[in-house]
T-cell receptor
């Protein structure tokens, strides 16, 4: 149980295009989803927190107009990187926190999406 | 000073050895402590979760939290080559966001 999927696992795009990454909780309802980015050999950096049906809360320094987050349902959140540039190339990872009380303190991560912007 | 400090390694130990991984932190308000394992180019996988101080054991893994010293540890017994990965400590207060350590790269040598 507690599986989180991401799609696509890998994407290569041209500079200036937009890329959408999906994050799904497969066997539980996620009241809260998180988006991270990770550079090589570095830890996870939280980009934003989203609660179903409300606007995402972005971390300081993260451009909300560039990284659009939608959390339309309890099992799906999307991250859209708009007008991507090479410096946006990174490993993007989502995670989900279940709404069930017994699992509420846990956070489950997706497998990540590697974005390369040419 | 970072809120959570973790030696990035790399750490190499022979197969079968006991591995000790550690993190220190500065925020005494942290209540929940986790250890994640991350294989190369994969998402983190939750290994251990502990609330407040104490020990927790799961198979070959033991997590320890010492809130008085602001120090947490993960021990791996009978280490296997498949344990080779990056281990991330993480912690948080209440429903706030997780704060991660930088991760320790571990290699188990057959």
């Amino acid at each position: 149980g507690a599986v989180v999927s991401q799609h696509p696992s890998r994407v290569i795009c041209k500079s200036g295009t937009s890329v959408k990454i999906e994050c799904r909780s497969l066997d539980f309802q996620a009241t809260t989803m998180f988006w991270y980015r990770q550079f090589p050999k570095q830890s996870l950096m939280l980009m934003a927190t989203s609660n179903e049906g409300s606007k995402a809360t972005y971390e300081q320094g993260v451009e909300k107009d560039k990284f659009l987050i939608n959390h339309a349902s309890l099992t799906l959140s999307t991250l859209t990187v708009t007008s991507a540039h090479p410096e946006d190339s990174s490993f993007y990872i989502c995670s989900a926190r279940p709404g069930l009380a017994e699992l509420y303190n846990e956070q489950f991560f997706g497998p990540g999406t590697r974005l390369t912007v040419l | 000073q970072k809120e959570v400090e973790q030696d990035p390694g790399p750490l190499s130990v022979p197969e079968g050895a006991i591995v000790s991984l550690n993190c220190t932190y500065s925020n005494s308000a942290f209540q929940y402590f986790m250890w994640y394992r991350q294989y190369s180019r994969k998402g983190p996988e939750l290994l251990m979760y502990t609330y407040s101080s104490g020990n927790k054991e799961d198979g070959r893994f033991t997590a320890q939290v010492d809130k008085s010293s602001k120090y947490i540890s993960l021990f791996i017994r009978d280490s296997q080559p498949s344990d080779s990965a990056t281990y991330l400590c993480a912690m948080r207060r209440g429903n706030e966001k997780l704060t991660f350590g930088t991760g320790t790269r571990l290699t188990i040598i057959p």
